[in-house]
């Protein structure tokens, strides 16, 4: 049983390794910016027909999905005049700026690049992205890795009961483990 139990602790915990090494590493990137992003700008042209009832919270969605992008479509970066209408479709690593002129019938776009981290940051939680099926895969593995995380602890902790060479250094690392913890939540809730 422990021979079964060791061999799903480790590569279990392989799998799961990638994830957990960009939770961490977007989590660090959120506190502290390793670079700022070179935003990378292409421009390009697609034609564009939109019909005229159609809601502004709804239009940067309307946007997206005639110009086949993947996305959200933030109602409140949009923009209407009698000259034009500006809507913003934004992505994982990505934005997409597209004006289209009244009467021209063609969008023009500003696909703007935003950099590795924002990607990496994105990654962080589980999202649902628009026009994007493969990416609830990643929702997921996500899940798969908390399962993961937990089992790992708990038969990490089967495991090390076994090992009577090492119980008063696990004894030692659990002890500073779970008193660290405790004392920075009484330091939270007291000094907040």
Not at 105 to 117: C, D, P, Q
Not at 160 to 188: D, V
Request: glycine content about 8%.
């Amino acid at each position: 049983m422990r021979d079964w139990i060791f061999k799903i602790h480790i590569y279990a915990g392989l799998l799961c390794s990638p994830y957990l090494l960009i939770f961490g590493l977007s989590s660090l990137h959120f506190n502290h910016k390793f670079t700022t992003p070179a935003e990378d700008t292409v421009s390009w042209t697609h034609p564009l027909q939109l019909d005229s009832s159609i809601e502004k919270r709804q239009l940067g969605l309307a946007v997206r999905d005639s110009l086949g992008l993947m996305g959200w479509g933030p109602w409140w970066e949009d923009r209407q005049s009698d000259e034009e209408t500006r809507v913003q479709v934004v992505r994982p690593g990505k934005r997409y700026d597209v004006r289209m002129p009244v009467g021209e019938g063609i969008a023009y776009v500003e696909e703007t690049r935003l950099g590795y981290w924002a990607v990496v940051n994105s990654l962080h939680a589980t999202m649902r992205l628009p026009n994007a099926p493969f990416m609830s895969l990643w929702g997921v593995y996500t899940e798969i890795t908390t399962w993961v995380v937990l089992f790992s602890a708990a038969s990490g902790i089967y495991l090390w009961t076994a090992r009577r060479s090492e119980r008063r250094i696990g004894w030692i690392l659990m002890a500073s483990g779970s008193g660290t913890s405790l004392l920075l939540i009484i330091y939270i809730t007291v000094w907040g």
